[in-house]
């Protein structure tokens, strides 16, 4: 389960590489692919993972969970914020 990125090294005089390609991997499958950007993959990755009432894996566990709570008491306080 992750976020897979192609990195092109076409133009050595950039700074950075540029993103080729950027796709959703589950269970070794890749089900989503030429996403427009990281943020939006991200998105993706904890929709299929919610939607598909899928688990994390073991050795992430702690990650994912901690990157959820973190997002999903932002998200809550800055609805609250709102209203």
């Given at each position: 389960?992750?976020?897979?990125?192609?990195?092109?090294?076409?133009?050595?005089?950039?700074?950075?590489?540029?993103?080729?390609?950027?796709?959703?991997?589950?269970?070794?499958?890749?089900v989503?692919?030429?996403?427009?950007?990281?943020?939006?993959?991200?998105?993706?990755l904890?929709?299929?993972?919610?939607?598909?009432?899928?688990?994390?894996?073991?050795?992430?566990?702690?990650?994912?969970?901690?990157?959820?709570?973190?997002?999903?008491?932002?998200?809550?306080?800055?609805?609250?914020?709102?209203?």
């Amino acid at each position: 389960m992750g976020i897979l990125t192609v990195l092109g090294d076409d133009d050595a005089s950039a700074s950075l590489p540029t993103d080729n390609s950027i796709a959703i991997v589950l269970e070794e499958s890749i089900v989503l692919a030429d996403l427009p950007d990281f943020p939006t993959a991200f998105a993706y990755l904890f929709g299929l993972v919610y939607a598909l009432n899928m688990e994390f894996p073991k050795d992430q566990k702690y990650i994912f969970e901690t990157i959820q709570h973190i997002l999903m008491e932002f998200l809550t306080a800055c609805q609250e914020h709102e209203n």
